[in-house]
């Protein structure tokens, strides 16, 4: 494991259900979950209202935590940038609510806002987003996964599904070809029996 960067996001929800979601102006211009890093001394409570208020204007009210997600960057056989490898975050995602109807401020200059449905997020979405989404819709809480934060190109078959290096199977379903016990699941459940 690389350096390791706290960081924080939240699966906003409107009363309609939708998501907010927040195209940077920079990179590869990914939507991705609102959110940013602790900083020293700071819980990931008190992080993850500042950075949202500030990220995109609404005051929001946090429901719970859906879970902590690890998100790793390349393989130690991807050839590293200027800077060196990316390091591994770990990422306190919470469900909220927007508090308010219309936001208090504005977002800052690069940060694109909008409202999606769960079921049809805009691409390109960052892997984080879409299995955070996931999990938040299906009212999970307390998930414990790794996630990667770009996928591979390719696996020993040939080209790599990008769904499934996301975690998502091919029903749409995040980690659903995983035994329940690597989704945060127990195995109880008749739902979960073939």
């Keep these: 494991m690389s350096a390791l960067t706290w960081a924080v996001a939240a699966v906003v929800t409107d009363d309609t259900g939708r998501v907010l979601l ?3 102006g920079r990179g590869e211009r990914r939507y991705a979950l609102p959110g940013g890093r602790l900083r020293p ?10 950075d949202i208020r500030a990220e995109t204007g609404w005051e929001i009210d946090l429901v719970d935590l859906v879970g902590v997600y690890h998100l790793t960057g390349p393989t130690a ?11 591994d ?14 936001p208090t401020t504005g977002p800052p200059p690069g940060c694109q806002l909008s409202w999606h449905a769960p079921a049809a997020l805009p691409e390109p979405v960052t892997p984080l987003t879409r299995v ?6 299906a009212g999970r809480s307390g998930v414990l996964r790794d996630v990667r934060s770009t996928p591979p190109a390719a696996d020993s078959a040939g080209l790599a599904d990008p769904d499934r290096l ?3 199977d091919s029903d749409g379903r995040p980690g659903t070809g995983q035994p329940p016990e690597q989704r945060g699941e127990a195995t109880t459940d008749p739902s979960l029996q073939p």
């Design 166 to 168: 996301r975690g998502i």
């Design 132 to 137: 955070a989404v996931a999990d938040a819709v």
């Design 41 to 50: 001394a700071e819980s990931p409570v008190r992080a993850a209202l500042r």
């Design 22 to 24: 927040c195209r940077q």
């Design 77 to 87: 056989s991807t050839p590293a940038g200027r800077a060196g490898p990316q390091p």
């Design 89 to 102: 975050v770990l990422v306190h995602v919470f469900r909220a609510r927007a508090a308010e109807v219309r």
